[in-house]
């Protein structure tokens, strides 16, 4: 059974940083492409981050370009999500998903998700 378990949200101050945990388990982490994406209240689910299964290749929205920093570490089966300099509009609930294909990773088609952690900025 395939897991995602994020953790690390919070309620942070404006110009503040938090960063997100995502374990997996029940999967070849190493074979999985991974993502992170979020949801605000009353808005679709959007994407923020990806990462290569091999290799680190990262891609961002243009919203957190530069304030954002996915990183992995497939021996412990995680991969993060780095957060500075963090605005009210980045105030959602933040999840991160696993996707086997290289296709379409800025998109919503993944194929496991997590249960998502909340991430509350003050302004």
């Known amino acids: 059974q395939v897991q995602l378990v994020e953790s690390g949200g919070g309620l942070v101050q404006a110009g503040g940083s938090l960063r997100l945990s995502c374990a997996a388990s029940?999967?070849?982490?190493?074979?999985?492409?991974m993502g992170w994406f979020r949801q605000a209240p009353g808005k679709e689910r959007e994407f923020v981050a990806m990462?290569?299964?091999?290799?680190?290749?990262?891609a961002y929205a243009d919203s957190v370009k530069g304030r954002f920093t996915i990183f992995r570490d497939n021996a412990k089966n995680t991969v993060y999500l780095q957060m500075n300099s963090l605005k009210s509009e980045d105030t959602a609930v933040y999840y991160c998903?696993?996707?086997?294909?290289?296709?379409?990773?800025?998109?919503?088609?993944?194929?496991?998700w997590g249960q998502g952690t909340q991430v509350t900025v003050s302004s």
């Open positions: 029940g999967l070849t982490f190493s074979s999985y492409h």
């Open positions: 998903a696993a996707r086997r294909s290289i296709v379409g990773l800025t998109t919503t088609k993944y194929d496991y």
């Open positions: 990462i290569t299964a091999i290799g680190g290749v990262t």
